[in-house]
Each structure stands twice: as C-alpha cells, then as structure tokens.
C-alpha cells in the first residue's frame, strides 16, 4: 500500500500570480515544484491534483522525469479559458455554468481590479443563465448581451430583460451577434477598461476563429 505524503495539500506553497500570470508552484522547502500558463487558483487546485497523480506513477515504476513535469505544465494551455489578449485588453472564458461563472469572477477580481469591467455575454438556452449572470456581473459593470451562434442560444433582448428584472447592473445593452457587439464596446473602451467575453463556448470560439492560431504556441 503507497504512503503518499507529499499528496496533502499542505505541502505546497502556492505563490500569487507572476506579473505574465504564470503561476509558481513550491513545496515547503522552498523549492520550485512546476509554474503553470493558466490563470485562476481553481487551475492551481487542477494542477496539484495532476502533480500528486504523475507522482503517484513514478512511485509505482513509471519513468517520468521532473524535467518533463515541470514542460509539461509551463507548455499546457486551454484555450478559451481564462485567455487573455493583451493588445486589445480582451478577456475570453467559456464559463457556462454558476460554477465556472465564480471561478471567472474571482479570478478578475483578483488579477485585474484595477480595470473597468466591459462584459460581452452570450449564453445557450440549455444553460442556467440567471446563475451565471448573478455569479459574473457586479452593479459597476457594463454589459452587452449578444447571441451566440447556435441554433440554442437566448435572444440577446431576453438577457438584457433577465438581467433588468433582477438589479445585476444599470448599463445593460443588446446587440444581435458578436461582431456588433465588439462595434459597441469600442464607445466604453479606455485605458483602464477590460472587455470581457463570457457565457458560452460558442461565443469564445467565434472570437478565437478570428485570431491567429500561432496564439496556441
């Protein structure tokens, strides 16, 4: 039976985001364990757990170098969550569910709140769209509501009426797609302003089919 100490949580020191938003990643020697390309402390909690399991291999038999750890997880990149385009100030996560919506949220809370908050929302009919607005939007927010493009996805004027009869925020716009949407959002954008596209998969893989694909490494 394997004795796995090293397993607990408790072992490791989980340093706050580098300024390029990579992650560290050290034991409580002190040492350098891994770093990590994806934002968010639930994508630190994933990590551990895949650390703890390319540990449990090695401990029965299996060659894996450190070396080849530590690539590994500098190297892994999910596109469409948590990924940030810095030229144009563009957040995109697929988040679409309350769950993925929270870990959204405090990741901006945490990462970037000296910013102004742009929202480009667009969720899928099949989804819980009140829960994931309720977890994503704050009252300061400035939200465009558009339409994915899926045969499912909820009229933009439905999510902005959503989000009216429960108080999420007092700047609230529809547009009819994404393109639009981007039109709009140029009229909020400043210095200090993060636009944000969320609610869907869909949404994010439309924005991601105009960048280049040498953004994937």
């Known amino acids: 039976m394997l004795k796995i100490n090293w397993a607990n949580p408790k072992n490791y020191i ?3 985001n580098n ?11 002190n040492e350098l364990l891994y770093s990590i390309s994806m934002q968010g402390k639930h994508q630190q909690e994933n990590s551990l757990i895949s650390y703890t399991a390319l540990n449990i291999l090695k401990e029965i038999g299996y060659n894996i170098s450190d070396n080849v750890i530590k690539k590994g997880f500098i190297k892994t990149l999910w596109p469409g969550r948590a990924q940030y385009f810095s030229q144009e100030r563009i957040l995109i996560d697929g988040a679409h569910n309350p ?8 990741l901006i809370d945490e ?5 102004k908050l742009v929202w ?3 969720i899928l009919n099949t989804k819980d ?10 009252p300061n927010d400035t ?31 529809s547009t009819k797609n994404l ?11 400043k210095e200090d302003t993060l636009i944000v596209i969320s609610g869907s998969l869909y949404l994010v893989g439309e924005y991601l089919s105009t960048k280049s694909p040498t953004i994937y490494g």
């Open 19 to 29: 300024n390029d938003f990579t992650q560290d990643i050290y034991n409580l020697n």
């Open 14 to 16: 989980i340093l706050k």
């Open 120 to 122: 480009i929302i667009g």
């Open 129 to 138: 769209s009140l829960g994931i607005l309720e977890k994503l939007i704050k």
């Open 99 to 106: 769950n993925g919506a929270d870990c959204l949220r405090k």
């Open 179 to 189: 393109q639009e949407a981007l039109k709009k959002v140029s009229s909020f954008c």
């Open 143 to 173: 939200v465009i509501f558009t339409q994915p493009d899926a045969n499912n996805a909820f009229k933009s004027d439905e999510l902005h009426k959503l989000a009216i009869q429960n108080n999420l925020s007092a700047s609230i716009f």
């Open 111 to 115: 990462n970037y709140q000296d910013y």
